[in-house]
């Protein structure tokens, strides 16, 4: 009788103790897909915020090639509320779980990208303009915004490959479902990428 209930204590010692590693092992999990979710997020964040660099650079660029092109209120106007458009989406931490939410801002996107390129183009009729000053500096932090939203948007789908991957990865998948961890969505090409635009500056 002694030796049972001393195997007894034994068998919920050890129980305790796997039980133990177990929950310290989930909480690790647990906490290496909360971080990678924050990097995700952060990452997101930053490319809002380069989207937002560009869309407050293009009310000067329209004002300095309005005073030179008052006749292209077409391109001008396209530009204006393509931007509106684009400042309307915004990309919240619960966008970047909801693909639909994604491909919306990315074509909000996409379709500033176009009217600005329309609007450049327009420039090379006007050789004043492209001397202006102004112009020329709005077009030079415009050319290392766009740049820039490239570096920003690479870096954001690294982070979330690696979080996805963590998701997907045995024993990560079964803590991600028990605490609700959701797949990120990645910013993809815009249908036509492939075909070069033809902006000249």
Known sequence: MKHVVLLLVLLLLVGGLVAGVGVVWGIGVNNALVRAEQDVNEKGAQVQNVYQRRADLIPNL???VRGFATQERT????VTQAR???T???LTPEALNDPKA???FQAAQQQLSGALSRLLVTVERYPDLKSN???LALQSQLEGTENRIVVERRRYNE???EYNTRLSLFPH???ASFAGFKPKAYFEAAPDAATAPKVKF
């Open 62 to 64: 329209v004002e300095t």
């Open 75 to 78: 391109v001008l106007t396209e």
């Open 84 to 86: 509106a458009r684009a």
């Open 88 to 90: 309307g989406v915004q």
């Open 102 to 104: 994604m491909e919306r």
């Open 133 to 135: 000053q102004n112009f």
């Open 159 to 161: 982070a979330v490959r």
């Open 173 to 175: 998948r079964i803590v």
